[in-house]
């Protein structure tokens, strides 16, 4: 990214009651940046956005801001403004007036106002709204007045701290594609916050994803997903097989009782590895010609393709297929070695990888409970 730095964090903790939540943090937010804090919850993820927007102070390190720290300087005095997941929009002011209130704080010219209202109105499509009484609009148009009260200042920052998370699922995928246009017409820095690793790799241009206070990888939405660091970013990053291996030699993996042909390399000989490979990387061929064999465990339909769950020597694998594989059928796995991604043993080794247990309700569930958390 040629953008200039913005916003440095360095060396950045912060405890609660003796319970360390980050620990350490270094990173560097670029100008016109959209950049993702990924992680599940607990991770550390709302207190950075809130050191940044001023609502927390570090306990260490310091937070710089176009060059200046700003450590000490309270949140309204900060070019940063932010969007909560409880939108706290003014239920006794009509659109109009929720959007203008922090220009009218400033004394803008009324001509000015209603200008610039008009502008925040066609960039959030509520042409229109500006009438309406909060109570009458939807959650969707709601967090649309939020966004358009917050970026009618001109902050050089915008913080989003899980915005879409009481929206349903088709109106969060829309208003993705609409916060990302938003973000390239304004040239605002967004700083975003989720645990939904979907609307961070459609969303972002930068992603960093975080576990237990620390920072885990830092990257594209492409890098993180094709190229994770560790077992733990592999799993919280889409689905993945996670498998023991060792390297034997260069562009040669070992694991599942097999050779594999790689594309990695400097990894000491006869290193212990983890094998990430991703189900829509799997081709499910006869079991004759197959490089692994093993027996459909489960079947689940899901629409433009199929997830099938494998047994391969004890070890369940994920993969998703669009040709239709009956439930206890025997069939061949092939795999490209572009399919397969060496990874360094991390202290999240062993803790991900296998389906055995899976279950979409359990998946669901802990989504929920997170979203819980987080509120």
């Given at each position: 990214m040629n953008q200039e730095?913005?916003?440095?964090?360095?060396?950045?903790?912060?405890s609660f009651d003796g319970e360390t939540i980050l620990n350490g943090i270094d990173l560097d937010i670029h100008d016109?940046?959209?950049?993702?804090?990924?992680?599940?919850?607990?991770?550390?993820?709302?207190?950075?956005?809130?050191?940044?927007?001023?609502?927390?102070?570090?306990?260490?390190?310091?937070?710089?801001?176009?060059?200046?720290?700003?450590?000490d300087i309270p949140a309204y005095q900060r070019h940063i403004n932010t969007v909560f997941q409880k939108y706290a929009l003014f239920p006794h002011l009509n659109v109009f007036e929720n959007i203008a209130f922090g220009l009218r704080l400033k004394h803008t010219p009324e001509q000015e106002i209603v200008r610039q209202v008009k502008d925040m109105l066609a960039l959030v499509n509520l042409k229109g709204f500006e009438r309406r009484k909060i109570a009458t609009l939807s959650g969707g148009q709601q967090q649309r007045v939020a966004i358009a009260r917050a970026l009618i200042n001109r902050p050089k920052v915008l913080l989003l701290d899980e915005p879409l998370g009481a929206l349903d699922l088709k109106l969060r995928k829309d208003m993705q594609v609409e916060l990302k246009n938003m973000q390239k017409q304004t040239g605002i820095t967004f700083i975003y916050v989720t645990h939904d690793q979907e609307e961070a790799l459609s969303m972002s241009d930068t992603v960093v994803?975080?576990?237990?206070?620390?920072?885990?990888?830092?990257?594209?939405?492409?890098?993180?997903?094709?190229?994770?660091?560790?077992?733990?970013?592999?799993?919280?990053?889409?689905?993945?097989?996670?498998?023991?291996?060792?390297?034997?030699?260069?562009?040669?993996?070992?694991?599942?009782?097999?050779?594999?042909?790689?594309?990695?390399?400097?990894?000491?000989?006869?290193?212990?590895?983890?094998?990430?490979?991703?189900?829509?990387?799997?081709?499910?061929?006869?079991?004759?010609?197959?490089?692994?064999?093993?027996?459909?465990?489960?079947?689940?339909?899901?629409?433009?393709?199929?997830?099938?769950?494998?047994?391969?020597?004890?070890?369940?694998?994920?993969?998703?297929?669009?040709?239709?594989?009956?439930?206890?059928a025997t069939i061949g796995l092939h795999i490209e070695p572009d399919a397969i991604h060496v990874m360094k043993k991390s202290k999240y080794s062993n803790m991900f990888g296998d389906y055995s247990s899976f279950s979409e309700e359990f998946d669901e569930l802990s989504d929920a409970e997170a979203e819980e958390v987080e509120e």
């Open positions: 730095i913005l916003i440095q964090l360095k060396h950045i903790s912060k016109k940046e959209f950049i993702t804090f990924l992680g599940p919850s607990g991770c550390g993820k709302t207190t950075t956005l809130r050191i940044i927007g001023g609502f927390e102070t570090p306990d260490e390190g310091d937070v710089i801001f176009d060059g200046k720290r700003i450590n994803v975080m576990a237990d206070g620390c920072i885990q990888q830092i990257g594209t939405p492409t890098d993180i997903y094709n190229e994770p660091i560790n077992a733990f970013v592999a799993d919280f990053i889409g689905e993945s097989n996670i498998l023991d291996g060792t390297m034997p030699e260069d562009f040669r993996a070992s694991f599942a009782g097999h050779v594999f042909e790689c594309l990695d390399s400097g990894f000491a000989k006869g290193d212990a590895v983890d094998i990430v490979i991703r189900p829509e990387d799997v081709d499910v061929v006869a079991p004759e010609v197959g490089m692994l064999r093993g027996q459909v465990s489960g079947v689940t339909f899901k629409g433009d393709y199929y997830e099938i769950i494998v047994d391969v020597c004890g070890f369940k694998w994920m993969i998703e297929t669009s040709d239709y594989v009956a439930p206890d």
